[in-house]
């Protein structure tokens, strides 16, 4: 069993920056791929960015030039670096961690608040 830790959630007014970051109890090579997700008031979990073993990123539109995924094996922790943040990135992020045989895991949630 994987278990996630995310931190460095807060409050930031618009356009500011934030980082976030999660922390795996297995070595993230170890895994197939690990990802950040957040869900707004209301709404469905959406995916926001993820990082293949290999080191592909995949970003979803809306968060494209703004929000970078990084990793750092030595630490089993994945970033999530958000600059020129809006409101409607307001949401709880989850880390996610994908295994090789394919089960799911998730961390407990950070909030992120953006205020206009």
């Known amino acids: 069993q994987v278990q996630l830790v995310e931190s460095g959630g807060g409050l930031v007014q618009a356009g500011g920056s934030l980082s976030l970051s999660c922390a795996a109890s297995d070595s993230i090579f170890s895994l197939n791929a690990m990802g950040w997700y957040r869900q707004a008031p209301g709404k469905q979990r959406e995916l926001v960015a993820t990082?293949?073993?290999?080191?592909?990123?995949n970003y979803a539109d809306s968060v494209k030039g703004r929000f970078t995924i990084s990793r750092d094996g030595a630490k089993n922790t994945v970033y999530l670096q958000m600059s020129s943040l809006r409101p409607e990135d307001t949401g709880v992020y989850f880390c996610?961690?994908?295994?090789?045989?394919?089960?799911?895991?998730w961390g407990q949630g950070t909030q992120v608040t953006v205020s206009s």
């Open positions: 996610n961690a994908i295994t090789l045989r394919r089960r799911d895991y």
């Open positions: 990082i293949s073993r290999g080191g592909i990123t």
